[in-house]
C-alpha cells in the first residue's frame, strides 16, 4: 500500500470547515483512500473513501486531485466533538490489511 | 442495529494469567480482524478470520497469542501468560461476507493491564 503523510496537528474553529489534507503521491491505481477518525480512547470509526471521483456522505467530502496524488478530507461545520487523530489510509480494494500511521490530531476549538 | 461488540472494555491481569478478549461483529458479518495498539503508538493489524477459519495471522507474535472464530459465539483473542509488554488496546473490526470487504467498522475496545 502507498505510504501516506499528513500534518501532524491543526486546529479549527468550531462552527468553520476543516479541511485535512493527505499526500499519496505513489498510489496507485487501483489502491482507494480512505479515512477512519479516533476519538479519544475509543475505536477507530469509518468516515468516507474513495478512488477517483469526489465523495460526499453525512459525515464529510473527500476531495482527490485529478492525479490522485493528493486528498482533503472535509468536515463541513466542525464541532467540539469532531475532536480526533484523523488517519488517511491508502489500500488496495482486496488488501484487508489497514495500515494506520501517526494520523493527523485534530482539536477543534470553541 | 448494534455495532461491534466488545467485552470486557477493561481487564487487568497479573503477569503469567490468561487474558481472554472477546468481539461480536456487526449482525450479518463474517470476518473479523483484530488490531493491537500499544501507548503512544498506531494501530497494528493482527489476525484476520472468517468463521471457523483464520485466514492471515501475519502480525499475531508467534508465541502466547491465539485467536477463534467459531461456529456459533464470538470470536475470541487469547493471550496467554500475560507480560506487561501486553498491557494496549486491542481493536476488534468486521466487514461483511462477499462485497465490499474492504470497510472495516470497529468495536470499542478491551484495554489490557498488565500488573
Known amino acids: ?110 | 442495529n448494534a455495532g461491534v461488540m466488545q467485552n470486557p472494555r477493561h481487564l487487568v491481569r497479573r503477569r503469567g494469567q490468561e487474558a481472554r478478549l472477546r468481539c461480536s461483529p456487526m449482525k450479518g458479518h463474517s470476518h473479523v480482524y483484530w488490531y493491537r495498539q500499544l501507548p503512544e503508538e498506531g494501530l497494528k493489524f493482527m489476525v484476520y478470520l472468517q468463521k471457523e477459519n483464520i485466514i492471515d495471522e501475519s502480525g499475531m507474535p508467534k508465541e502466547r497469542f491465539s485467536a477463534e472464530f467459531p461456529k456459533e459465539g464470538p470470536s475470541i483473542l487469547r493471550i496467554q501468560q500475560v507480560v506487561r509488554g501486553d498491557s494496549a488496546a486491542y481493536f476488534c473490526a468486521s466487514s461483511p461476507p462477499g462485497q465490499d470487504t474492504d470497510t472495516q467498522y470497529f468495536g470499542p475496545g478491551t484495554r489490557l493491564t498488565v500488573l
Open chain 1, 1 to 110: 500500500d502507498a505510504k501516506t503523510t499528513q500534518p501532524t496537528s491543526m486546529d479549527c474553529a468550531e462552527g468553520r470547515a476543516a479541511n485535512l489534507p493527505c499526500n499519496h503521491s505513489t498510489i496507485s491505481g487501483n489502491e482507494y483512500v480512505y479515512w477512519y477518525r479516533q476519538i479519544h480512547s475509543q475505536g477507530p470509526q469509518y468516515i468516507i473513501h474513495g478512488l477517483k471521483n469526489n465523495e460526499t456522505n453525512e459525515m464529510a467530502s473527500l476531495i482527490i486531485t485529478e492525479d490522485r496524488k493528493s486528498s482533503t478530507l472535509i468536515l463541513p461545520h466542525a464541532t467540539l466533538r469532531d475532536t480526533a487523530v484523523y488517519y488517511c489510509i491508502a489500500k488496495i480494494s482486496n488488501d484487508y490489511k489497514l495500515s494506520f500511521g501517526a494520523g493527523t490530531t485534530v482539536t477543534v476549538r470553541a
